[in-house]
């Protein structure tokens, strides 16, 4: 049978052990005379035995996947699997685990035997579980709390999942499938990994004894559909007048900082500005995770990359950075600055790569400005404060702040300008802001944007590279 990818020296007939016993429902109990009266005991009753049910032939089809499981591993060529169709492999896949259960006398109804070859085809090609989630458009971010507990979040609201692992040896296998297929390695004295799937999702994992209660996975999904500035308006993420400036902004090589909380959407407002780039400047970007989705043609991706198991091998945001100034950038993406390449990102935006990019974690333009004087700090340089801040305003001309609203939208909630100093404070003004206005009985945020009447510092520069933009834009809308 299916000889093609099939192990043909060491094939070994199955061994037939006791045959698994088939749970039988009880029969339903005739009614009471005054059933009327009970329904509402008898309904859940029901539910009950249900919801035991479906768990007892969860837990039994589990059983038999881990047993077909292992009988895939000893009988599949796994060589032979990297060139083979979907197609052939499913149908080798589905035959193998036939023979298994005939041999094992186990009969699985229709919908049982379906969702029992789609997961034995995941755990061979895939991540297991975590394959149904990755495929599933409406899931943003999935976070593995030990082998029982999966959360996903859609639409900026976690819930749980009902998919889980069988245990954390389980759980282990498909964390050590993920970090060895980048040349990583997780375990007791290295328990935490950073690395990025074949699709290019950042995932994150810390494994026992340094996660208590089982190891802890993150996965933050990579976006398959680049969402466009079109798409963010429509989304209601920013207006049509913020998107006119933003394009101006870019255009004319202002250097812009995304500045937002984990989640907010910083990532997505970096590459949505990117699309105003031109396509005949040279982009250089750098990322602990290579997240960007430029669609420039000259474009050159750089990705950090942490110590190797002996503590060797490290190359840092900062040693991309240095090194990316000597290869000749029209602009330099940075995906986030987070440490000592602060120094270098000023240093670059001040000494001619004019619309250089990049994010921070803040939770508003001034705590920005706060945090890259921080940073600053931490990387061991001492500069008297008013240096540093001036550093800073010759350095950033605009601060966008993107946050996730306490119903789960993001939204680009300010945009600001940094005009200087004044004494030894930077000088900033709002130029959009959005405005809440309450809430809905649901928990939705109403609100709208507005201008703040504020003429943009860089009017007269907008003006002479061609972006005249009208003064309406900057009139603050009364609602």
Known sequence: ????????????????????????????????????????????????????RDRKRKERLSEIKIDLHRELLENLNLAALENAEEVELRSEISAIASEVLESKNIVLNREDRTQLNKELYDEVTGLGPLE????????????????????????????ISDITFKDEKHLMRIIDKIVSAVGRRVDESNPYVDARLADGSRFNAMVPPIAV??????????????????????????????????????????????????????????????SFIDDAERILTIEDTAELQL???????????????????????????????????????????RGAEVIDMLQA????????MTTIHANSARDGISRLENMIAMAGIEMPIKAVRSQISSAVNLIVQASRLQDGSRRMTSITEITGMEGDVIS?????RFQRVGLTPDNKIIGH???????????????????????????????
């Open 213 to 274: 209660d089982g190891s802890l996975v993150s996965i933050r999904k990579f976006k398959k559909d680049k969402l466009g500035i079109d798409d963010l308006v429509n989304f209601g993420a920013f207006t049509e007048e913020m998107a006119a400036f933003l394009q101006a902004a870019v255009s004319t090589r202002l250097n812009i900082i995304v500045s937002g909380g984990t989640g907010s959407g910083k990532t997505t407002t970096l590459n949505a500005l990117s």
């Open 295 to 337: 669609q420039q043609t000259h474009v050159g991706r750089m990705e950090s990359r942490p110590p190797n198991v002996e503590g060797k091998g490290e190359v840092s945001p900062r040693d991309c950075l240095k090194n990316a100034l000597r290869m000749r950038p029209d602009r330099i993406i940075v995906g986030e600055t």
């Open 1 to 52: 049978m299916f000889s093609r990818y099939k192990k043909q020296s060491d094939a070994q007939p199955v061994q037939t052990p006791a045959k698994v016993p088939e749970t039988t429902a009880a029969a339903p109990a005739a009614p009471a005379p005054n059933a009327v009266a009970r329904k509402p005991q008898a309904q859940k009753s029901a539910e009950v035995a249900g919801s035991d």
């Open 449 to 479: 944007y507005t201008a703040t009447g504020v003429r943009s510092h860089y009017s007269e520069r907008f003006r002479l590279w061609g972006f005249d933009l009208p003064a309406s834009i900057y009139e603050p809308i009364t609602v």
């Open 349 to 356: 935006m001040n000494t001619g790569h004019d619309g250089s």
């Open 132 to 159: 149904t989630l990755l495929q599933d458009e409406s899931v943003n971010d999935i976070l593995v709390n030990g082998p029982q507990q999966i959360f996903v979040e859609r639409a900026g609201k976690l819930e």
């Open 428 to 432: 900033m003004q709002e130029l959009f």
